[in-house]
């Protein structure tokens, strides 16, 4: 089952509706006690957050370069020091190897040409 189809049936739980018929729960229904109506709202909230947790990672992850958190290969990591020895840029070897900023320099710290 996915998370929206949960949440939506949590909702109709809290809002004290059968969320299967439609029907509203008596009073003396257990998912109209006070306690349990709080525990369903607050699962309501604590689904909301994952879900804008995971959106956020989801626009994180488009944002970057398309080689970002992949393995080194042997022969990327000897153009990246080639390149570098020719001069180029932190942000040109960044573009070039689809890798960010940071990730270019641990790399040359790597290899011993910066620091």
């Known amino acids: ?10 909702q109709a739980l809290a ?5 299967h018929t439609g029907e509203e729960y008596s009073s003396d229904s257990p998912y109209q ?28 992850q488009k944002r970057l370069p398309g080689n970002a958190g992949k ?20 942000q040109q070897l960044a573009a070039d190897h689809e890798r960010t900023d940071y990730s270019i320099c641990a790399r040359l710290v790597k290899h011993g040409k910066i620091q």
């Open 15 to 19: 809002n004290g509706v059968d969320p």
């Open 1 to 10: 089952m996915d998370t929206d189809k949960s949440l939506e049936i949590i």
């Open 71 to 90: 393995a080194w290969a042997e022969e990327e990591d000897q153009r990246l020091v080639k390149a570098f020895d020719l001069g180029k840029t932190v």
């Open 33 to 60: 006690h006070p306690q349990t109506v709080r525990a369903l709202f607050a699962a309501i909230e604590a689904m909301d957050r994952l879900k804008e947790r995971a959106k956020k990672a989801e626009d994180r």
